[in-house]
C-alpha cells in the first residue's frame, strides 16, 4: 500500500510551490481573524526553515508521509508544534495539490518559452546571416525549386512561434487559483480566495470548487502544446539527419554535436539531433498517459489523479533538452554553400522558371507552358544536361518562338531573387523578415 500510495519520490519537485502556497494561505487565515497573527508569524517563520533544509538536502523525506504536503506539513509540526495544527484550517490537499501543481507548471511554461525564444533567436541569426544563401527546396524529398537557406531556417521560427503562442494561451487559461476550494465544496471559514490568488500571482480564484480541484486541463493544453512543439523540433532533427549525411552533405556538423563510431573512423553522426527526434514519443507518451488517466474520472478529485505530475515533469525536461540541443545545432552547423547552390541547380529546379517564363514572354497559358516545359525537361535528360546547358536551337526546336532571353530565368539565384511575392524566398525578402525576427526577439 505504500509503495503504490506514496508520490513524495516525484512530487518533492514541488515544495516550493507548496510552502509559498502554505504561506498565502496562513497569511490569508490570519488577515481574516481565522488564526492568531503570533501562529501564523511562527508559520511562516518555520516554512522558511523547512525551505532551507530542503535545499541544503537534509529535509527528512518519509515514504510513509506520502507526499511533499504532508512531509512539509508533518516537519512545520515537528519544528513549531501547535500553531502548525492550524495550517490546513479551510484547505484540503486536494485544493492545495491543485495549486502547487498549478504554480509548477506556470513555471515550467515560462521556463520553456524562454528556450523557445533562445531557439528562435539562434535559428533567426543563422538566417539573417544566410538570407542570399542557395539550397535545393524539396517537396516529396525530391528537389523542387530553389530556395534560401535563411527561408528555410525561417520555417522554423514561424513554427515555434505558434509553439509559443499556444503555451501563452494555455498559461492564460490557467492562471486561476484552487486554493480554498477545499476537498470539493468550498469552506465554512471567511476565507478570501481574492487574497490568495494574488499573492500567488494567479490572476483570480477558480470560480467553481468542484471544478478546482478535479480537472487537470492546464495540464493536458500544456502536453499538447509541447507535443506540437517535439513535433516541429523533430521534424529538423530529421532534416539535420538527412543534411549531414555523407550522399547530402549540405552541413556539417562540429564534434561538439557529433559522436564517433568505436569501429568506422570516418564516422560522424548526428546524435543529439536522432536523440532530439526521438524523445519526441515520450512527450507524445505524456500526453497519451494524462489524457488516459483524467477520462471517466467521475468528479472530484480522485487518487488517479496523483498520476498527472511524472508526464509532465518528463516532458518538460525532455523538451528542455531538445530545445538546448537543437539551439547548439543551429549556432554550430556549417552550410557547404557551394555544393547547396550545386545541388539546387540540378534536378531541372529552374523548371517552373522556364514555364513561368513562357507564361510572361509569350503569353502562352500556364498549362501550355508547363507541357513544353516538360518537353524541354524530357529532351535535356536525353542529353544527360540540364535546363541552362540546352542549346538556344534545341530549345526552338520544341517551341520555336523562344529567345536567348530565356537563358536569365535558368539560373538559381535569378530563381531565387524572382520569388519576391510576400512571404517568398527572395533574399531581400528573407533579409527583412529575419531582421523583424532579431527586432522581435531582441
Ligand atoms: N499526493 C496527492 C496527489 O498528488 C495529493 C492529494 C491527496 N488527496 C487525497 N485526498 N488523498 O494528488
Redesign the pocket.
Known amino acids: 500500500m505504500r509503495a503504490i500510495n ?3 519520490g516525484f ?1 518533492a519537485k514541488l515544495w516550493r510551490q507548496d510552502i509559498a502556497g502554505s504561506q498565502a494561505h496562513a497569511a490569508m487565515l490570519a488577515a481574516q481573524g481565522i488564526i492568531k497573527a503570533e501562529d501564523q508569524a511562527a508559520i511562516q517563520a518555520g516554512l522558511a526553515e523547512i525551505g532551507a533544509e530542503i535545499e541544503a538536502g537534509v529535509f527528512p523525506f518519509s515514504e510513509s508521509l ?5 512531509n512539509i506539513e508533518a516537519r512545520l509540526t515537528e519544528r513549531i508544534g501547535e500553531a502548525a495544527r492550524r495550517l490546513h484550517t479551510a484547505r ?3 485544493d ?3 495549486t502547487d ?1 498549478r504554480l509548477w507548471v506556470r513555471e515550467a511554461m515560462d521556463a520553456i518559452l524562454a528556450r523557445i525564444r533562445e531557439l528562435m533567436k539562434a535559428l533567426a541569426t543563422r538566417a539573417a546571416e544566410h538570407a542570399a544563401t542557395v539550397m535545393p527546396g524539396f517537396t516529396h524529398l525530391q528537389t523542387a525549386q530553389p530556395v534560401t537557406f535563411g527561408h528555410h531556417l525561417l520555417a522554423y521560427v514561424e513554427m515555434l512561434s505558434r509553439d509559443a503562442g499556444r503555451i501563452k494561451d494555455a498559461r492564460a487559461r490557467l492562471n486561476e487559483c484552487p486554493l480554498g476550494a477545499a ?1 470539493l465544496a468550498g469552506t465554512s471559514f471567511p476565507i478570501d480566495r481574492f487574497m490568495t490568488a494574488a499573492a500567488l500571482g494567479f490572476d483570480r480564484p477558480a470560480a467553481n470548487s468542484l471544478d478546482a480541484v478535479s480537472d487537470r486541463d492546464f495540464a493536458l493544453e500544456f502536453l499538447s502544446a509541447l507535443s506540437i512543439c517535439a513535433m516541429h523540433l523533430s521534424r529538423f532533427a530529421e532534416e539535420i539527419i538527412i543534411w549531414c549525411s555523407p550522399p547530402f552533405r549540405l552541413i556539417t556538423l562540429s564534434d561538439a554535436y557529433t559522436t564517433g563510431s568505436s569501429i568506422m573512423p570516418q564516422k560522424r553522426n548526428p546524435d543529439a539531433a536522432e536523440l532530439a527526434k526521438a524523445k519526441t514519443g515520450r512527450i507524445y507518451g505524456a500526453l497519451m498517459a494524462l489524457l488516459t488517466v483524467m477520462k471517466g474520472l467521475p468528479l472530484a ?1 480522485a ?1 488517479d ?5 511524472e508526464p509532465v515533469f518528463d516532458a518538460v525536461s525532455s523538451l528542455e533538452l531538445c530545445l538546448a540541443a537543437m539551439t547548439g545545432m543551429v549556432l554550430d552547423m556549417r552550410p557547404d554553400t557551394a555544393r547547396m547552390e550545386a545541388l539546387a541547380a540540378s534536378g531541372f529546379s529552374t523548371a517552373t522558371d522556364l514555364a513561368d517564363w513562357l507564361v510572361r514572354a509569350l503569353k502562352m497559358p500556364f498549362r501550355d507552358a508547363h507541357h513544353v516545359t516538360g518537353c524541354l525537361v524530357r529532351l535535356a535528360e536525353s542529353r544527360g544536361v540540364d535546363l541552362p546547358e540546352l542549346s538556344l536551337a534545341e530549345m526552338q526546336s520544341v517551341e520555336p518562338r523562344i529567345t536567348a532571353d530565356v537563358f536569365d530565368v535558368l539560373t538559381v539565384r535569378a530563381s531565387v531573387a524572382s520569388r519576391a511575392s510576400y512571404g517568398g524566398t527572395a533574399p531581400a525578402n528573407v533579409a527583412a523578415q529575419a531582421a523583424r525576427w532579431l527586432e522581435i526577439l531582441a
Open positions: 506514496a508520490s513524495i512530487d506520502e507526499d511533499i504536503h504532508t484540503s490537499r486536494n492545495q495539490v491543485a501543481f476537498a478529485y487518487k489523479m496523483q498520476e498527472d505530475k
